[in-house]
Every structure is written in structure tokens, then in C-alpha cells.
């Protein structure tokens, strides 16, 4: 099973970009397509965007289209996401997961990492 540590998070003003990176171990890393989802203070988790397994192909959520890039590195079992024009509304942890079925928003694992706080000031 892949286990997954995020790191990157922190404090940024309106407008600052970041990147988030996530490590994965297991040695089947790169045969799952990858997702970063979010939790917001107060609400539940959703699903912020997704890789396939090759790379080759990506998709978002509406509210992140246009801004923030996944990217992914199967040498290094890493995944990545470039958050850029970040908006108040993007504060929250950040968590990385499986991507269950290539085309949904739903993660593929039940168990999370700890997650990376963003927090962006207005």
C-alpha cells in the first residue's frame, strides 16, 4: 500500500504562489493516477485535481482551473502541485491520495497523511 507525507504549505498574501510536494512510498507508486484534495476550516474534504499514472494527462476542479498545476516525478515517488494566483478561498489543509477511478473526484485509500496547511491572507 502507498503511504504519503505532504509538505510545502504555509503562510502566503493574495495573489502568492506555492508548491506542494508529496512523497509516496511503495514500490507501486507509479502505477496509480494521483490526486490533492482539500479540507477548509469548517467543511468537508474535496478534490482539488488528478494525474494519471503516466502523467500524460490531468484534470481540476472548477475552482482551481487555470491556476494551480499537478506534476508528477515516478523516479523520485513524488507528486507535486504548483498553486499560483492563490485566493483567501484556497486556505486549508492540503492531503495527497490515490485517485480511485481515473475520471472521478473520489480518493482511492482510506487512510490519509497528516496534510499540509495553506493559508492565504487577504
Known amino acids: 500500500q502507498v503511504q504519503l507525507v505532504e509538505s510545502g504549505g504555509g503562510l502566503v498574501q493574495t495573489g502568492g504562489s506555492l508548491r506542494l510536494s508529496c512523497a509516496a512510498s511503495?514500490?507501486?507508486?507509479?502505477?496509480?493516477?494521483m490526486g490533492w484534495f482539500r479540507q477548509a476550516p469548517g467543511k468537508g474534504r474535496e478534490f482539488v485535481a488528478a494525474i494519471s499514472w503516466s502523467g500524460g494527462s490531468t484534470y481540476y476542479s472548477d475552482s482551481v482551473k487555470g491556476r494551480f498545476t499537478i506534476s508528477r516525478d515516478n523516479v523520485k515517488n513524488m507528486v507535486f502541485l504548483q498553486m499560483n494566483s492563490l485566493k483567501p478561498e484556497d486556505t486549508a489543509v492540503y492531503y495527497c491520495?490515490?485517485?480511485?477511478?481515473?475520471?472521478?473526484?473520489?480518493?482511492?485509500?482510506?487512510?490519509w497523511g497528516k496534510g499540509t496547511l495553506v493559508t492565504v491572507s487577504s
Open positions: 511503495g514500490r507501486t507508486f507509479s502505477s496509480y493516477a
Open positions: 491520495n490515490v485517485i480511485r477511478n481515473w475520471g472521478s473526484s473520489d480518493p482511492g485509500m482510506p487512510n
